[in-house]
């Protein structure tokens, strides 16, 4: 009787220390809930709460001291903002962050709200991809159409879309508003009445400068005029251009980069002669693209190949290169046309002998029918 006694005793006495120790932590504040912590200080006096918010200041002000930065969570950030509005001397009680931080926040929380309040629920229906793209097509190929110009071309294929669609897709296709034509619509423009000069330095085998001097037509391709020097000085390139231009036969404008070699003496020239001289910008090379695009080939069709001795010899070579150029040798920029020539006839006839000429001794060739 006395071991069952002693038994029931002790069971009662756990069951005790269970109760008393669950009675213990309940006042506790939760570390992962503000709604349960919230709930649990209703059960605990005020005089605890005092005590309780002085340790937790203490803490943060130890915590402040140490940790420079803390992360926040968005939803760290929410219940920060919603439990600042119910202290009524908020700034004084945060410590780990500053009043304007919680004031930014507040106002990313304003701008959300609204922007969810304002969301479109399914007005105007969706514009195609395929009209998008043609928007953009158009703004990127007519520079000078505006939205309404462009609203009107929509509307005379059948496709009818708010300005306000138009505006948006053409700022993306056009970042920047254009105030005019641009530079490749220009050239083509003005093909038949612009030339383009340039210098192509090359080094022989002696290690010795020279510099070629080319005058191209936009229009044809046709290569102009051609000299080589070893010193291209002011004068000389004014003299060039004089030899160029015979008879009255001058460009309305003339493209070169900003080289020092084109002095005020070319200047008076090209001024003399009613030509108006344009500069390409700094580091440009697209804006005198046809010139560049001729010593490309000059170097890669000719003097690639060979070896260059004196200025006699470089000159002789060039020259052949040009006249082939000029005469014989299709270009693409306009529909394989040669530049000094006219279209090829479209109907040869299949019978007949073919001659080939050789060009720089083989290097290239040039194919005929024979007579």
Not at 31 to 51: K, N, P
Not at 159 to 178: C, E
Not at 206 to 216: M, N, S
Not at 292 to 316: A, K, N, P, T, W
């Amino acid at each position: 009787m006395s071991s069952l006694g002693d038994r029931f005793i002790r069971r009662r006495f756990s069951a005790l220390v269970s109760l008393l120790r669950a009675a213990i932590q309940l006042p506790q504040p939760s570390r992962h809930s503000v709604f349960l912590g919230s709930a649990l200080d209703f059960t605990r006096s005020y005089a605890q709460l005092v005590a309780e918010n002085a340790l937790l200041r203490q803490q943060l002000i130890i915590l402040h001291r140490q940790v420079d930065k803390p992360r926040f969570t968005p939803t760290d950030r929410l219940w920060l903002v919603l439990l600042v509005s119910r202290v009524r001397h908020w700034k004084e009680a945060i410590l780990i962050l500053k009043p304007d931080t919680l004031l930014r926040w507040h106002h990313q929380g304003f701008r959300l709200f609204w922007r969810f309040k304002s969301r479109n629920r399914g007005g105007c229906p969706r514009v195609a991809s395929e009209t998008i793209a043609l928007i953009q097509q158009m703004a990127r190929e007519n520079s000078l159409w505006g939205v309404e110009r462009i609203r009107g071309e929509l509307m005379k294929l059948g496709i009818r879309v708010p300005r306000s669609t138009i505006q948006k897709y053409v700022r993306l296709a056009r970042p920047h508003p254009a105030h005019g034509q641009n530079w490749p619509t220009f050239l083509k423009n003005h093909a038949q009445i612009v030339w383009a000069c340039d210098f192509l330095p090359v080094i022989d085998m002696f290690f010795r400068q020279f510099y070629a001097f080319f005058i191209i037509e936009l229009g044809s391709r046709r290569v102009v005029h051609l000299r080589v020097t070893p010193h291209p000085t002011d004068a000389w390139v004014r003299q060039q251009l004089r030899e160029a231009t015979p008879y009255g036969l001058t460009p309305r404008f003339l493209i070169r980069d900003r080289d020092s070699k084109y002095g005020d003496d070319f200047t008076r020239v090209a001024k003399a002669s009613s030509i108006e001289v344009l500069k390409t910008p700094y580091r440009a090379p697209k804006a005198n693209a046809i010139c560049e695009r001729f010593l490309g080939s000059l170097r890669r069709e000719c003097l690639d190949h060979l070896l260059v001795v004196g200025g006699r010899q470089l000159h002789r070579v060039i020259k052949e290169y040009v006249e082939y150029f000029n005469r014989a040798r299709p270009h693409q920029g306009i529909g394989q046309r040669i530049p000094g020539g006219t279209l090829p006839q479209p109907a040869w006839p299949r019978r007949g002998r073919r001659i080939a000429v050789p060009v720089l001794n083989g290097l290239h060739h040039d194919y005929r029918r024979a007579v």
